[in-house]
């Protein structure tokens, strides 16, 4: 709308013919309710802007004050969880003795991290931690040091189990390590470089079900599988030591990280994996797992196209120039499993790359008898085995 529309029309003149009247000039129809339009929008908007400013002010305090005590609240929830767990983590020095090439007695080092499982004093640690060395030195938070003993080695996993003569520990509580997900928070605790000790960490489940081949920095090498991957910063010495949930319980015990090149990448064995183990060592002092006494490769759609089998996910028995597919006298061929057979369900339990068939054998008890089912010929059959233990070495 233009000036012009706002401003008095001129009085059209009258005809000569007729009289002259005066008329006065009138304002347009529309003026005032223009007016009442225009005065309204201008209050709407000037309210609009007082009520927003009134209003967001204090939303937005309202949210900086949520989001400064939700931080408060993690916070205070990681310096309880530090604390309550702490007494539970010690820090362990391993000492060996060996000759040098001129005849020159040493002293070889190590340093890594335990954690309390019994009040009177087993530790569970890394194999790792404990290979090669012959003392073992475990101090505890309050600075306690003890003379540890070696009680066991698992020898299908990097799990071992270190006696001190204490009473009266605090013991570390185990979470279900099968509940975990992938983005939970968790905060690992360790000896870090083997001399700052109860050094706490904070991260993410990053992954889960990873395979790898960890190295013991002497030449040696394991494979490990399904294990949790965190990006919970665990430095050399923090092995051994406990992956924590925010309930401070334990759900793994950190074992390795990945090669040169990579950024915040932990791994860390289940902790319900670990509890067979306990369990026998606790009533029996010595591990004792359940085996199927077969040698295997697990199956990936790839190496079922290659090979041409009917299915792409199980356990193949397979041996090679040195072991046989099935062990003779072992449990699988006492149920008569022979190498070719793909095993994809054990007491109910599938058996997949994710769980391959030593993770899921670990979960029953020696003695117990299980269902198993395979594939022989194309055809899925099932047989009745009753696990034994495992020997010392082998399968």
Same mark, same amino acid.
């Given at each position: 709308?233009?000036?012009?529309?706002?401003?008095?029309?001129?009085? %059209?003149?009258?005809?000569?013919?007729?009289?002259?009247?005066?008329?006065?000039?009138?304002?347009?129809?529309?003026?005032?309710?223009?007016?009442?339009?225009?005065?309204?929008?201008?209050?709407?908007?000037?309210?609009?802007?007082?009520?927003?400013?009134?209003?967001?002010?204090?939303?937005?305090?309202?949210?900086?004050?949520?989001?400064?005590?939700?931080?408060?609240?993690?916070?205070?929830?990681?310096?309880?969880?530090?604390?309550?767990?702490?007494?539970?983590?010690?820090?362990? =020095?391993?000492?060996?003795?060996?000759?040098?090439?001129?005849?020159?007695?040493?002293?070889?080092?190590? !340093?890594?991290?335990?954690?309390?499982?019994?009040?009177?004093?087993?530790?569970?640690?890394?194999?790792?931690?404990?290979?090669?060395?012959?003392?073992?030195? %475990? &101090?505890? &938070?309050?600075?306690?040091?003890?003379?540890?003993?070696?009680?066991?080695?698992?020898?299908?996993?990097?799990? !071992?189990?270190?006696?001190?003569?204490?009473? $009266?520990?605090?013991? !570390?509580?185990?979470?279900?390590?099968?509940?975990?997900?992938?983005?939970?928070?968790?905060?690992?605790?360790?000896? !870090?470089?083997?001399?700052?000790?109860?050094? %706490?960490?904070?991260?993410?489940?990053?992954?889960?079900?990873?395979?790898?081949?960890?190295?013991?920095?002497?030449?040696?090498?394991?494979?490990?599988?399904?294990?949790?991957?965190?990006?919970?910063?665990?430095?050399?010495?923090?092995?051994?030591?406990?992956?924590?949930?925010?309930?401070?319980?334990?759900?793994?015990?950190?074992?390795?990280?990945?090669?040169?090149?990579?950024?915040?990448?932990?791994?860390?064995?289940?902790?319900?994996?670990?509890?067979?183990?306990?369990?026998?060592? #606790?009533?029996?002092?010595?591990?004792? #797992?359940?085996?199927? $006494?077969? #040698?295997?490769?697990?199956? &990936?759609?790839?190496?079922?196209?290659? =090979?041409?089998?009917?299915?792409?996910?199980?356990?193949?028995?397979?041996?090679?120039?040195?072991?046989?597919?099935?062990?003779?006298?072992?449990?699988?061929?006492?149920?008569?499993?022979?190498?070719?057979?793909?095993?994809?369900?054990?007491?109910?339990?599938?058996?997949?790359?994710?769980?391959?068939?030593?993770?899921?054998?670990?979960?029953?008890?020696?003695?117990?008898?299980?269902?198993?089912?395979?594939?022989?010929?194309?055809?899925?059959?099932?047989?009745?085995?009753?696990?034994?233990?495992?020997?010392?070495?082998?399968?």
């Amino acid at each position: 709308m233009t000036d012009n529309d706002t401003k008095p029309k001129t009085p %059209v003149a009258a005809k000569s013919d007729s009289p002259t009247v005066p008329q006065l000039a009138q304002k347009p129809k529309n003026a005032s309710l223009f007016t009442t339009i225009l005065v309204a929008i201008l209050s709407g908007v000037l309210g609009a802007a007082l009520y927003g400013t009134a209003v967001k002010t204090p939303v937005l305090n309202n949210l900086v004050a949520q989001n400064k005590q939700v931080t408060l609240q993690e916070n205070s929830a990681t310096i309880e969880l530090a604390k309550n767990v702490g007494p539970s983590v010690v820090s362990i =020095n391993t000492s060996a003795a060996t000759q040098s090439i001129f005849g020159l007695d040493q002293t070889q080092k190590g !340093a890594g991290t335990g954690i309390i499982v019994t009040a009177d004093g087993i530790i569970l640690t890394n194999k790792h931690v404990v290979d090669g060395a012959d003392s073992f030195t %475990v &101090t505890t &938070t309050d600075g306690k040091e003890y003379k540890g003993k070696l009680l066991a080695k698992d020898p299908a996993n990097d799990v !071992a189990f270190l006696k001190i003569e204490a009473s $009266g520990l605090k013991v !570390a509580e185990l979470g279900d390590s099968d509940n975990v997900q992938v983005g939970q928070r968790v905060v690992a605790i360790g000896n !870090a470089l083997g001399e700052f000790a109860n050094t %706490v960490t904070t991260g993410v489940i990053s992954g889960k079900s990873r395979p790898i081949e960890a190295s013991d920095g002497q030449g040696g090498t394991e494979q490990l599988s399904n294990l949790f991957q965190t990006d919970a910063a665990i430095n050399p010495g923090n092995s051994g030591g406990p992956l924590v949930n925010i309930e401070g319980q334990v759900i793994g015990v950190n074992t390795a990280v990945a090669g040169q090149g990579a950024q915040n990448i932990g791994f860390s064995i289940p902790i319900n994996e670990v509890k067979m183990a306990l369990e026998t060592v #606790r009533t029996q002092g010595k591990i004792e #797992r359940p085996y199927l $006494g077969v #040698r295997y490769v697990m199956i &990936t759609e790839a190496f079922a196209q290659r =090979n041409g089998l009917p299915i792409s996910d199980g356990a193949l028995l397979r041996g090679d120039d040195q072991t046989l597919a099935v062990l003779r006298d072992s449990p699988a061929a006492k149920a008569g499993l022979r190498e070719g057979d793909i095993i994809t369900k054990i007491g109910g339990k599938d058996v997949n790359r994710k769980t391959p068939l030593q993770n899921v054998i670990v979960k029953f008890k020696v003695g117990e008898t299980v269902e198993v089912i395979y594939f022989r010929d194309g055809k899925e059959q099932k047989a009745q085995v009753k696990l034994e233990a495992a020997p010392q070495t082998g399968q």
